[in-house]
Nanobody
Framework: EVQLVESGGGLVQPGGSLRLSCAYS????????MAWFRQPPGKEREGVAA???????SYANSVKDRFTISIDNTKRILYLQMNSLKPEDTAMYYC???????????????????????WGKGTLITISS
């Protein structure tokens, strides 16, 4: 059974930094996609960042140059480094995976990355002074 478990959420002041982790189980194929999504209070879920098995990364415009997605396949952990955090980054953050295909990214859409098969339960991040 594939499991994705997020950690690292919490309360951060505006301008601060935070790193999320997602421990994943199971065995991705040679082509896979792992991504971070978020759902702000009262809003729909949106894609944030994605990384494919070839190392290519994609970011939503709202987080580009502030967030960095990375993966450590040895430790089986997906990371999201978040810098220069803003109150509008407040959301539940979810880790997601597609173990059989590289990322399908459609820029300009809220979902941003499509076809995810597995989801974590989320970790809450609140940006407030």
């Amino acid at each position: 059974e594939v499991q994705l478990v997020e950690s690292g959420g919490g309360l951060v002041q505006p301008g601060g930094s935070l790193r999320l982790s997602c421990a994943y189980s199971g065995y991705p194929s040679s082509s896979y996609c792992m991504a971070w999504f978020r759902q702000p209070p009262g809003k729909e879920r949106e894609g944030v960042a994605a990384v494919s098995s070839d190392g290519s990364t994609s970011y939503a415009n709202s987080v580009k140059d502030r967030f960095t997605i990375s993966i450590d396949n040895t430790k089986r952990i997906l990371y999201l480094q978040m810098n220069s955090l803003k109150p509008e980054d407040t959301a539940m953050y979810y880790c997601a995976a597609d173990y059989s295909s590289m990322c399908v990214v459609i820029r300009g859409t809220t979902t941003f990355v499509y076809g995810m098969d597995y989801w974590g339960k989320g970790t809450l991040i609140t940006i407030s002074s």
